[in-house]
């Protein structure tokens, strides 16, 4: 059993480094040998969820997260399909790197298209999205139909930098999944049912740690 540490003897730098460690000799004794380059992302997935499936479930194209960490850059945008993503974004990583993070979802003129057309408004989310002059990479976490407007747009020519593929759900979620998945585009996509926009917010600050070593508290 593990030993109780009294409230405030931990800070939480101290405590992400202790979860991190016992996440490793989990799934080392689980008998799982996880890349270098996927730990990052894979360990920040599983100490927000608690949950080793996603050792299992957890896809990553070859070459995503190279690809993710040049693109990491000033100028770049995150475009999120919830406000609770945007929310979990650390926001001085975002800072540090000279980017910006947006979530188009409470725009009036999105909820107005969205009703007009009869869609979605993660859909028109996603080609305001497209239609953005700059690296952008794309963290889903909910809307399966953005995802599956992403797949339509990446065959008229759109090309994110990468996209964070994990709605949580049982309508379209699955088959949104891969579907995007079939497109070629850069992704990080959890396969199955099991995602959320906490999961979507912990990939891309994953990624920015992996970019910005030096990061502190804040």
Excluded: W
């Excluded at 920040?44 to 050792?55: G, L, N, P």
């Excluded at 693109?71 to 945008?77: F, K, V």
């Amino acid at each position: 059993m593990e030993q109780t540490e009294r409230a405030g003897a931990l800070r939480p730098m101290e405590i992400e480094r202790r979860s991190f460690e016992i996440i490793d000799a989990e799934l080392k004794k689980m008998g799982r040998e996880i890349p270098a380059e996927l730990r990052p992302v894979l360990y920040r997935v599983i100490h927000t969820t608690a949950d080793f499936e996603y050792a299992d479930t957890l896809y990553v194209s070859e070459g995503a997260i190279r690809q993710a960490l040049d693109a990491l850059r000033p100028g770049a945008l995150i475009v999120t399909d919830t406000n609770m993503a945007l929310s979990g974004l650390h926001k001085s990583a975002v800072r540090k790197l000279g980017m910006e993070c947006i979530c188009f979802m409470a725009d009036p003129g999105v909820a107005e298209e969205a009703k007009r057309r009869g869609c979605t408004r993660a859909l028109v989310s996603m080609e305001r999205a497209a239609a953005e002059q700059r690296q952008v990479i794309l963290a889903v976490g909910n809307a399966p139909t953005a995802l599956l407007r992403i797949t339509e747009l990446s065959r008229e020519g759109f090309r994110p930098a990468l996209v964070v593929g994990v709605p949580v759900g049982f309508v379209n979620v699955v088959q949104s999944k891969e579907a995007l998945i079939a497109t070629g585009l850069p992704c990080i996509v959890n396969r199955g049912r099991k995602g959320g926009s906490n999961v979507a917010a912990a990939i891309v600050n994953a990624l920015m740690y992996m970019k910005d070593e030096t990061r502190g508290e804040g």
